[in-house]
């Protein structure tokens, strides 16, 4: 059996969205009627799934090492700034 590979897509605008960062990489979950209605499902900054306008995005290609990386990374976790 395949092994099923993640979507990902780098965040290109974020206008008022508190739960998006602008260069940041991000986990797309499959959601046809959302794609359809011209939006992707995101996993964000909260670890929790939402449509967001699809226009936010730039798809990405990953090779798989970078996947297991970002697989590796729990999400939700805020990076303090100095």
Known sequence: M????R??????????EEDLQV??????L???????????RIVDESGEDY?????????????REAQAVLVAVPTGIRVQKN
Do not use: I, N
């Open 2 to 5: 395949r092994e099923k590979r």
């Open 7 to 16: 979507r990902y897509a780098l965040c290109v605008q974020a206008d008022a």
């Open 23 to 28: 260069r940041k990489v991000y986990e797309v």
């Open 30 to 40: 499959p959601d046809e009627m959302a794609a359809t209605r011209g939006h992707l």
């Open 51 to 63: 449509l967001y306008p699809a226009s936010y995005f730039v798809g990405l290609t990953l090779p």
